[in-house]
């Protein structure tokens, strides 16, 4: 089970796959905001201040290395965990996701059972 009180934003801009992880993650017991917008989830990370980020690559007007690097460059939003959720493979991304700040990397199509592993992974190493 979740520990109270953590928080995790998903921006994604594919509505149903925000729905999944949402329905799935707060049934686990985290409290879950999701944003469809890349350029929208930036500010929304900085007045959410989540635990933990899941982030799209591949999004219009602002992909996901864009976000992640304006995510970090925030002080306060700097040690925030992000996990990138993606159609590319390791290959294709090139160590891009690393460079603009990312922390895991998870390839769509995953199982929620599967992300829920890496979500407690890495809020449990950013808790201690």
Known sequence: MAKLGQKI???DDEPEITDIVKAFLTNAGYEVMVENSPVNGV??????QPNLILLD???PFMDGYEVCTAIKKDPEMSGVPILF????DAGDDGGKSFESGGDLFIKKPFSCERLLQMV???LMSVTK
């Open 85 to 88: 959720l993606t159609g590319k």
């Open 120 to 122: 407690k992974m890495v």
């Open 9 to 11: 934003l998903v921006i």
């Open 43 to 48: 500010e929304k990370a900085k007045s959410y």
């Open 57 to 59: 690559i591949m999004m």
